[in-house]
């Protein structure tokens, strides 16, 4: 196994994703006023986002987290396990759903279509992340922190096999980290 850091490139420091996490905050607290929308993060990625993105906001909002599994090490599985449903009643909610990252498009679709079946009135996507090159999707992200190339990305609760996470910055790794 290489030492971590020699295989890390930075991509966006903490101070970048501050930034721009406030500025969604501010965008979703001037769309959302009087909606009181409710916030389902998708476990574990999105849990440092969800934390910053809810202290952000200036309006009154509920918040839930589900939970799946999409990926194994760098590679999709191509199916989705839930793993942990919400608990929260959606039906005629404005829900935004939170992500880490949007990949191939699979996890927040099929997501997307479950929540769909709760009746919602409404839903948005926020992610931090976005890789339009890969993603194949054909519904509207509506909040996007970042576009980024097709590169593996560790930091800010991203992980690789479950490490890396409580990095404070995002990186892309240079190297394949089993070599
Ligand atoms: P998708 O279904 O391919 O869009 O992938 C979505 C999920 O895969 C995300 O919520 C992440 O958990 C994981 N994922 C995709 N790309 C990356 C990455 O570059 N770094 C870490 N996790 C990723």
């Given at each position: 196994m290489k030492k971590m850091d020699d295989n890390l490139i930075s991509l966006y420091s903490s101070s970048d994703i501050k930034n721009r996490v406030e500025e969604l905050g501010s965008e979703i607290s001037e769309e959302y006023e009087k909606k009181e929308p409710i916030f389902i993060g998708v476990l574990n990625g999105s849990f440092i986002f969800m934390a910053d993105l809810m202290r952000s906001l200036s309006i009154d909002c509920e918040m839930d987290f589900i939970k799946v599994r999409s990926y194994s090490g760098k590679k999709s599985s191509g199916t989705i396990q839930l793993l942990k449903d919400i608990s929260?009643?959606?039906?005629?909610r404005n829900i935004i759903l939170v992500e880490d990252i949007i990949d191939t498009g699979l996890t927040i679709k099929f997501l997307r279509e479950r929540l769909f079946g709760s009746s919602p009135k409404s839903i948005a996507i926020a992610t931090l992340l976005y890789k339009p090159s890969v993603a194949k999707i054909d519904?509207?992200?509506?909040?996007?922190g970042f576009e980024i190339p097709q590169e593996f990305v560790v930091g800010y609760g991203l992980d690789y096999e479950q490490k890396m996470?409580?990095?404070?910055g995002l990186y892309m790794i240079k190297n394949d980290l089993s070599e």
């Open positions: 929260a009643d959606v039906k005629d519904f509207k992200i509506d909040y996007i996470r409580h990095l404070n």
